[in-house]
């Protein structure tokens, strides 16, 4: 069984990267992720990892928009470290839990994901709002695509994703009816708080720089052929450092829910 896992592991990692939505570093980092995470957690954590992948996906091919262009460093292919920032801490998790089983380290795994697709789901169904986002520190309308910008189509959107990967707990512990409903509901608060994580991360620590030749606002350090200038956050902050410290905040929640609910 473990060896048809490892084996769909892969073929999925082929067939993202020949649908161009891994590139060639992100399909064999997310054969890394997907071993660890079969090992750890099986089939059931596998399809937690495929839901979150499958579904954010496809909102970022059915709502690709220009909106928000100007701020993002990378391109729709997930490279390496956008794999790890978004499935890293969901696979050490599995790895710990492959060697010590424990239900809060399902959690913390489920709660990662969770808070990973809904981030993703925030960004890409809140690109559709027709009001302007404001900030998340200083509630003035910003551009779209800012860094620390809200919107409430997002942020319920950012609710409904974590949710579609906590009700993924009962692929994995499907045998205790009364464990699954209060903590499915801690780990969407935790899926959510791990998104406010993200949100507050990108406004305060996450780095910028302005475009002099245009005047944009983007995590690139080259624009319109020009090295840009620093405008605020840490030069080593970049969006996948902060998208891992969503997963790792979500994680934490969770683990703290299960610990208290349990």
Known sequence: MTVLLYIGVVLLAVAAYKLKKLSKSGA??????????AL????????????????????????RTNSGAAVEAKGSKRDAMQVL????????????????????????????????????WASEIGKLSKSRPFHVLTFKRVEAGTSGAVT????????????????????????????????????????????IADTVFGATIQVTYTCEICGESTEKQLHCQE???????????????????????????GAGFSYMIL
């Open 85 to 120: 920032a978004n499935g890293g801490v969901a696979a050490i998790i599995a790895l710990l839990h492959a060697m010590e089983p424990s239900i809060t380290y399902q959690a913390a795994f489920i709660a990662s994901l969770a808070a990973a697709n809904s981030d993703t």
């Open 152 to 195: 409430l189509l997002g942020t319920l959107s950012a609710v409904a994703g974590s949710a579609v990967i906590a009700c993924g707990a009962l692929f994995v512990h499907s045998e205790a009816v009364e464990w699954q409903f209060p903590l499915i509901c801690g780990i969407i608060v935790a899926g959510f708080v791990g998104n």
């Open 28 to 37: 064999l980092t997310s054969i890394l992720v997907g071993f660890s995470i």
């Open 40 to 63: 750890g957690m099986g089939l059931g954590g596998l399809i937690i990892l495929a839901l979150f992948f499958v579904s954010s996906s496809a909102l970022s091919s059915i709502f």
């Open 227 to 253: 090295e840009t200038v620093h405008k605020s956050g840490l030069t080593w902050v970049t969006n996948d450092t902060v998208n891992a410290l969503c997963t790792l905040m979500g994680a934490v929640t």
